[in-house]
């Protein structure tokens, strides 16, 4: 009898420390652009958390499972990263190692380690301080022409009126970063590139990424066409927040999305609504975070209903 074991699976020459290389490369370009523009805080926050990972990482290897170090395979890297990238710049950094703490004890080593998780690690670390911390979590620098510390998202949530009171050039400042946000929200246009560089290189694919802004855009055009006043321009919602970060770096993430292309357009249209439910209805300003993290609750669901291509 053949066993077939769950996901993630190698198909390729591509290891998974090639694979993890490449996403930090990718994201490479835009942590360099939150520093110049931010200062070195970005620059501690990130090395607190990527050190902080592999820390954990390496202590529940050594001394709960006995095992050898994993800290090679660049998973607890990415996952730092992640997590640093879904943080505010001026975070107090024990907030950062509690952070971290959660991702690798509870959202990753505690499942068995890498390719056992059921939920992005980095999500679940991030959604962890946001309910416990959450004065620390919303308070961000306030940038030159910013109308104020708040992100974005903040300000269209919680000011009357919002969508009538934005400059022209403010989806351009979106796009190329000059706004309030943690590193994963400030600059669309680098983090895009990143993950054309990880399609090119064959690191994901483009379903995910395209359908879940796909979803996000159509759901927020339709609002908005009703009353332009109210809802946000629908390139607003793509650019702002953490749509482009999470619809391209964590929803790809091959351990928690679904096998096939079928279950991906799926989950990624999952995601796509939940965040605009979440950021139109729901208290908080953002759900990219929680809406991925519930479609990697339904990952299972839509793999045993979503059948990939049979095993040679």
Excluded at 28 to 39: E, H, L, S
Excluded at 245 to 256: E, N, R
Excluded at 285 to 304: C, D, Q, R, V, Y
Aim: aromatic content about 12%; hydrophobic content about 55%.
């Amino acid at each position: 009898m053949r066993v077939i074991s769950p996901s993630p699976h190698l198909h390729g020459p591509l290891s998974t420390e090639i694979l993890m290389r490449d996403v930090v490369i990718a994201l490479v370009p835009a942590f360099i652009f939150t520093v110049v523009t931010g200062g070195l805080q970005a620059l501690f926050v990130t090395l607190v958390s990527v050190a902080s990972c592999m820390l954990f990482e390496w202590l529940i290897n050594s001394y709960f499972f006995h095992r050898p170090n994993s800290l090679t395979d660049w998973s607890a890297v990415i996952t730092g990263t992640l997590l640093a990238f879904n943080l505010p710049q001026s975070i107090p950094l024990w907030i950062v190692v509690v952070g971290a703490a959660v991702a690798i004890g509870i959202a990753k080593m505690s499942y068995g380690g890498i390719g056992r998780n059921i939920f992005n690690p980095a999500l679940v670390g991030r959604v962890f301080l946001l309910i416990s911390f959450p004065v620390q979590m919303t308070t961000f620098p306030v940038q030159a022409d910013a109308y104020s510390g708040a992100t974005p998202l903040q300000f269209f949530k919680f000011v009357p009126n919002a969508a009538s009171m934005t400059p022209d050039n403010y989806l351009m400042d979106l796009f190329i970063g000059f706004v309030p946000g943690s590193m994963g929200e400030i600059s669309a246009l680098l983090l895009l590139l990143g993950g054309l560089y990880l399609i090119i290189r064959k690191v994901i694919t483009w379903h995910i990424p395209v359908f879940t802004l796909g979803t996000i855009f159509v759901f927020t055009g339709i609002l908005w066409l009703i009353n332009p006043e109210i809802y946000a321009n629908p390139l607003f919602h793509i650019l702002a927040g953490g749509a482009i970060l999470g619809s391209v770096f964590m929803a790809t993430d091959y351990v928690t999305s679904p096998m096939n292309v079928r279950g991906q357009i799926i989950y990624a249209i999952g995601i796509g609504v939940i965040t605009v439910l979440i950021r139109v209805w729901g208290s908080y300003p953002e759900g990219m975070s929680f809406a991925i993290l519930i479609m990697n609750a339904a990952t299972p669901l839509i793999n045993k209903y979503i059948h990939p291509k049979r095993f040679a």
